[in-house]
């Protein structure tokens, strides 16, 4: 091997390490470290564990749940609040095959998907309720979009349709039993008071205590607002 080979392979190997030494004094890595670790210590921890065993739970308060994937995923979503989790995501993933993925046909939506939603969703508030963790647990359930308010298919199906889809808020200080917007009779389009979706989004910051224009700054130091001129429904709140 030649002398300027060597030296060549020399000088990248002293660039790699200035560059390790630079990454290892960097702040952003030093706080993925705190956080990766904090994470490590909430899902590792003896409470959380103990969380996710939902045969824990009476059989009655299961089976008002649903004895299916949403449902038991709901209570286990309530097990993770008690045990210190501070955000929860819970998905329709399909329980028994029926999504609400309707393009073909809506057959399976007053038959399964609206009875096993209105069935957990109030178990899990009622259950919440109970135990005095609604009292600061803001609870969203929300899809991605509506469906289209004619059918696209002789058996009813549904494309994709982003102009009105409701939402239902519930915890956190919302006041019960509010209804805000309304659509016209074929649930197309807004009639009154229409909601955008970066003011559902100020709205829940509005409920965790963050302002709506917070800005946070991006990895050049650049300040970025969280939302874009978008005001929080205060009207939900008692």
């Avoid at 028994?96 to 609206?114: E, F, I």
């Avoid at 803001?138 to 979009?145: K, R």
């Avoid at 006041?175 to 389009?189: E, I, M, N, P, Q």
């Avoid at 009154?192 to 970066?198: E, F, I, K, S």
Wanted: proline share 5%; glycine share 8%.
């Amino acid at each position: 091997m030649t002398l300027d080979r060597t030296l060549g392979r020399v000088s990248l190997l002293d660039q790699f390490d200035a560059e390790r030494r630079e990454l290892e004094r960097s702040r952003s890595i030093r706080d993925y470290d705190r956080l990766r670790s904090k994470a490590l210590d909430l899902v590792t921890s003896e409470r959380m564990r103990a969380a996710f065993d939902v045969r824990r739970e009476p059989a009655a308060l299961r089976d008002r749940y649903g004895r299916h994937l949403f449902g038991q995923s709901a209570l286990l979503g309530r097990r993770m609040l008690e045990a210190g989790a501070r955000f929860v995501t819970v998905l329709w993933d399909c329980p028994d095959g029926y999504s609400w993925d309707s393009h073909r046909t809506s057959n399976d939506v007053g038959k399964h998907l609206l009875p096993g939603l209105d069935q957990t969703f109030s178990a899990l508030l009622e259950d919440m309720s109970d135990r005095g963790l609604l009292d600061e647990t803001l609870v969203v359930c929300v899809g991605e979009m509506g469906r289209t308010p004619r059918p696209d298919t002789t058996s009813w199906g549904r494309g994709h349709w982003s102009y009105c889809f409701p939402a239902v808020l519930a915890g956190a200080g919302i006041r019960g039993g509010v209804l805000y917007g309304r659509s016209d009779k074929d649930a197309a389009w807004p009639a009154d008071q229409p909601v955008t979706p970066a003011m559902l989004s100020a709205t829940i910051f509005h409920a965790l205590g963050i302002l709506p224009d917070t800005r946070i700054h991006d990895a050049f130091g650049r300040p970025t607002p969280i939302l874009d001129n978008a005001r929080p429904i205060v009207e939900l709140f008692g």
